[in-house]
C-alpha cells in the first residue's frame, strides 16, 4: 500500500494557524505516509519570510513532500517582482522546480504549476506541461497510480459558489486520461470535495473517470461554504485494486485530525467494489 496526506493552502502569513500546524506534524507522525502532498498557497502574499516558515514547516515533516506553488505564492501587489521573478522567492526557499515528478513505490505523482504571473487568482495548464505530465508517466510501472497534483481545481465544487474551473480544465483531464492518470489532487477552493471527474464531464473517458479529492485550507482561518473557520486534509490509501480516501477535519477539542467520511473506488482492472466493500 503506498499512502499519501494531501494537505492544501497552509497560508503561512496573517491567517496562518500554528496550533492547527502541530496537529499536521502529528498526524504526519502518526499515519507515516510515504509522502506528503502540498497543493499550493504556501504563503499567504509571498514574502520571504512566510517562504522561510513554509519550507521549515515542510521539512520538519521528516517525509517526502510533493509541493507545487498556489497563486498566493506569487506576488500580487510588487507589480515589478511579479513581472521580472514571480517564482524566485519560491525556488529561493521551497523547490527549484515548478513542475515535479515524484516516483514511490506503487504511485508516481506529477506536480503541475498552474499559477499564472498574469493572473491574479485564475490558473492554467499548458500544452507543454500536458507533455512533461505524459513522458513522466510513460516511464511509470503499469501497475502504480498515476496521480496529478495542482493548485487549481479541474471541477467545480458541488454548490458551484465561486466554482468556475480554470481555462482548459476539461482539454487537461481528458489528456491525463489518455496517459492512465486515476487520481488528481487540488485545493485552492478551502473546501473540500471527492467525486469523480464524470460528475462534472460526463462522457469523458471510460465508466470511471479520474477519481477528484479537493482539500480545504489545512492550516489557516480561510475556510468556505461548509468549511467556514474549518481545517482539513486527506489520508490517501493506494492499493493494488482500491483507493481510499480519508476526509479529516481539524478538532479542537482533541487537537487533532478526525475522519470525517471515507471514499472508496475500484482501480486496476476493476470497475466495481467487491459487494462486501466496504465493510
Ligand atoms: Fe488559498
Redesign the pocket.
Known sequence: MTRLLHI??L?FGPPFLPDVSEGVVKAVSRLGPDAVVAT??LTQRAKRHQFAAAAEFLRTLEVPVVVTP???DVPLYRVWERFAGPYRLYRAHVSPELDSVCRLPGAVIVALNSTRRFTFTNGRIRRWQLRFADDAFRTAPPRAARVVATHHHFAPPPDFEGGNVMPGAKRALRAFKACGVELVLA??M?RSYIGSSLDFFPGEGDSRGIVVVQCG?TT?S?GRGRERFRNTLNVIDIDSDRLRIVHCLWSPSSSSFVPVSEHVFPRGDRLYLEPSEPS
Do not use: A, E, L, Q
Open positions: 492544501s493552502d497560508h499550493g498557497d498556489g497563486n498566493h485545493g485552492h478551502h485550507t489557516s480561510r
